[in-house]
């Protein structure tokens, strides 16, 4: 065979995955910034920033689902059983934070309910993507293709751990991003306040990074086993990089520096849990030919994707392009 | 609440809540989103701010139904693996692949291009507007286009073959997607997103002229809603017939429990217009009947022989009193509309469209009669394929995921009590919007000047009501 179909696929999953990540990331961020905002009207600019994007980001999470139903339908029947819980409550949130964004201007009355909405809906949506996260690193038993866990073997000291450091992590993605979109004295506050979020983000990544090669040994000889260390140790080096860009950039109130280096650390902890995943997709019981959906499945969906993600990158960067710049309190329809 | 439930019971339930909580906001906004895209089209092309007042007014209202729409499918995007675990895995690798062909070309197209629709008039300028405003609206109809064919293939399915797994494996993607139920299903449910919106649209111009009858943009909303009634209506009588037949051909057991023919009629089946389905003895009680019309409808044939449940294992067939009342009720509402299109051009043929108060006072009450035809469509149709998922090859029982009965239990009572609260302040606002006066453009036009303003109903912060002219 020409190609590996299987393979290529779980590089567009991952792909849109992380897409998602760092998309909804700032957008989830700046939910769970908003009862730290001073006033309504910080919090209607912060809301304003994301409003025209918001849909888009969120439908790389809808790709994230659909398309492993549709190449990896074995991997969609036993995780999300296994987590049944994290993923139901993050459904349920998602759809708090997400009328919250059309809500919250119908009302005067009940604005703080719909700002209680999107923070709430936000921090938990963002704690069991984490916590989904940790479980699926720690592994998923699986057996006759079905899920043979118990209810809340979900729910551990580590899927805790990786919950508070996604949520962490996005919240400083939000503050980047409003640093990037917002001025005056509230975007200074949340440069300041990114210095303390990326320390946190920093030393959380790095409790899970140290903790992650002791889970399982697979993981482990991946990491720490000669020649590949010449290519997994580039990581920690680029983390390096990254961190003193996110540093400088916030000393030397640069916009969008942050922000990028920021996203770079995601990227990074992504490529990181690929490097101690593969060949697995579902650690330690399926790899990524086993869960594969037939050749017919996995060769009419690339048909189309390959000319469709192109294209939908570049109408999304367009949408972003549109609403370039600072927001200010007279934008938007409401 | 759902004690001594099984899972299975409690995880249908499930599924049957959120889907027809969903189902309502897709259905108007497939309608709602190329009433805009109409709307914004005779504005470019007409220049009377009329229709941009409209477009603007709609357009708020648009924003929250689709928010609805997005948050409560990303759970239904879901819930096929948490719940129906065993079906996901071996019907996945056929329909998987046209639900991520949805999400692909429609759900970012729609979501890509709304954020320019609602906010970038000023940024984009008005070519790219309206490009973006009727890409949103062709995303709404492809998406409802790619998960009809995903939804028919369940109910016809064609094109695969079994691997050793119990995987359907798809052979011919082109009999997969083209499957024989797919072109009726599909023009009846967009016809019945244009119906429903329709008559939304309708039923607050409607409300807007009893109170002032002289508001233009009432007058332009209801006289543009009276027209699709009056066209559409027709069409979707013809296709749902259509429709009918195709069912008859591949799902009789559905077409006789839609019917209340429990026995076989070797010559001539009767229509039963109404009657009370007695499970228990398997009859239709106090039945009203007109002899051998069914079999004139279904058959082209008074004496056409019709088979009946009987002929029908009992574990191969429907529950037939939600079917049978789902489906005089779809057809009932159907049948009602298109009398009030008739009576619409009748009032409009005389001039008096706009003083027919009566049929204002109707449009009011009948502008959520699409909800609840939509609604009662589907359960006839998804009642009606018991007890498969995949019809005749897969059934509901061995779809489920293995999950116990408790965490179904807690995941529904959360999903009803978040969707009543969320969904529940939702229509709240939405209803205050379509509460509120359109227009706003009276006095550009200069007409609240004339005669026409009569008896001061119509005071200034109507003027003020935020549907200005360029936001």
Do not use: C
Not at chain 1, 276 to 285: A, D, E, N
Not at chain 2, 309 to 334: N, Q
Request: proline residues 5%; glycine residues 10%.
């Amino acid at each position: 065979m020409a190609f590996d179909l299987a393979f290529i696929w779980a590089g567009i999953i991952a792909f849109a995955v992380l897409v998602y990540v760092i998309l909804d990331g700032f957008d989830l961020g700046i939910g769970i910034l908003f009862p730290f905002l001073k006033s309504e009207g910080e919090r209607d600019l912060a809301m304003n920033s994301v409003a025209p994007v918001w849909d888009g980001n969120e439908t790389w999470l809808v790709m994230g689902g659909g398309g492993l139903f549709a190449v990896f339908p074995l991997v969609y029947a036993t995780v999300l059983p296994a987590l049944y819980v994290p993923i139901t409550a993050m459904l349920l949130a998602l759809v708090f934070r997400g009328v919250a964004f059309e809500y919250r201007w119908r009302t005067e009355r009940w604005k703080w309910v719909w700002n209680l909405a999107f923070f709430g809906g936000s921090l938990i949506a963002a704690l069991m993507q984490g916590i989904a996260l940790g479980a699926l690193v720690q592994g998923i038993e699986i057996e006759n293709r079905a899920y043979a866990g118990g209810w809340w073997d979900w729910l551990t000291p580590f899927s805790v751990l990786t919950g508070v450091s996604v949520a962490v992590g996005y919240t400083l993605l939000g503050a980047t991003w409003l640093n990037l979109k917002i001025e005056g004295e509230f975007q200074e506050r949340m440069r300041k306040a990114s210095f303390g979020l990326a320390i946190g983000t920093l030393a959380l990544i790095g409790g899970v990074s140290l903790i992650t090669p002791f889970l399982d040994p697979v993981y482990f000889a991946r990491w720490f086993s000669w020649p590949q260390m010449l290519f997994t140790g580039i990581v920690p080096v680029l983390v390096a990089f990254a961190t003193y860009m996110l540093f400088t950039g916030l000393r030397d109130k640069h916009e969008m520096t942050p922000f990028l280096a920021a996203i770079s650390l995601f990227v990074l902890g992504f490529a990181g849990i690929g490097i101690s995943f593969y060949p697995y997709i579902v650690p330690p019981s399926l790899t990524i030919w086993e869960a594969a959906a037939p050749d017919s499945s996995l060769e009419f969906a690339l048909v189309g994707t390959v000319v469709l993600i192109p294209m939908i990158l570049v109408y999304t960067a367009y949408a972003y392009y549109v609403f370039r710049g600072k927001v200010r309190p007279e934008h938007g329809y409401h | 609440m759902f004690d001594g439930m099984t899972a299975e019971l409690l995880a249908r339930i499930q599924f049957a809540f959120t889907v027809s909580f969903h189902i309502v906001f897709p259905a108007f906004s497939i309608g709602l989103a190329s009433y805009l895209a109409v709307l914004n089209g005779l504005w470019l092309w007409t220049k009377n701010e009329i229709y941009l007042s409209l477009f603007n007014y709609w357009k708020k209202i648009f924003a929250v139904a689709f928010a609805m729409g997005v948050v409560s499918g990303i759970v239904m995007s879901y819930q096929f693996g948490t719940n129906w675990s065993v079906f996901s895995d071996k019907a996945g690798p056929v329909i998987g692949p046209l639900m991520a062909y949805e999400i692909l070309s429609a759900f970012f197209l729609e979501a890509g291009f709304l954020g320019i629709m609602l906010f970038g008039r000023e940024r984009v300028g008005p070519g790219l507007h309206m490009f973006a405003t009727f890409m949103v609206a062709f995303g709404t109809v492809l998406s409802a286009t790619w998960i009809l064919s995903v939804n028919s293939w369940m109910h016809t399915p064609a094109g695969f073959s079994m691997n050793e797994v119990g995987q359907f494996v798809p052979e011919d993607w082109w009999a997969i997607v083209f499957n024989p139920s797919f072109p009726y299903r599909l023009a009846h449910m967009v016809l019945a997103a244009y119906l429903t919106t329709a008559f939304v649209v309708g039923g607050v111009g409607a409300l807007h002229l009893l109170r002032d009858r002289t508001n233009i943009a009432a007058r332009k909303m209801f006289s543009m809603a009276m027209w699709m009634a009056v066209v559409v209506t027709p069409l979707q009588i013809l296709a749902g017939d259509l429709h009918g037949l195709n069912t008859l051909e591949h799902q009789p057991a559905k077409l006789m429990a839609m019917e209340g023919h429990y026995d076989s009629y070797p010559d001539g089946a009767p229509l039963i217009l109404f009657g009370i389905p007695n499970e228990a003895e398997k009859r239709i009680d106090y039945k009203i009947e007109s002899p051998k019309l069914s079999s004139l409808i279904l058959k082209h044939d008074l004496n056409a022989p019709l088979d009946g449940l009987d002929t029908i294992p009992d574990d191969e067939e429907p529950p037939v009193a939600i079917v049978f009342w789902s489906f005089r009720i779809m057809i009932s509402i159907g049948f009602a509309m298109l009398a009030i299109g008739v009576w619409s051009l009748w009032r409009r043929w005389k001039g008096e469209l706009y003083e027919a108060t009566w049929l204002h006072r109707t449009m009011v009450l009948m502008a959520p009669s699409g909800f609840v035809a939509v609604l009662a469509g589907w359960i006839t149709t998804e009642v009606g394929r018991q007890p498969y998922t995949v019809y005749g090859l897969m059934r509901t029982s061995d779809s489920l995921a293995p999950i116990a009965a408790p965490a179904v239990a807690a995941s529904l009572t959360a999903f009803i009590v978040v969707y009543f609260f969320v969904f529940g302040a939702g229509t709240f606002y939405l209803m205050r919007m379509m509460g509120k006066t359109p227009g706003g453009i009276d006095v550009k036009m200069g007409l609240n000047k004339g005669p026409i303003r009569t008896a001061g109903i119509t005071p200034v912060q109507q003027l003020n009501s935020g549907v200005v002219a360029g936001e």
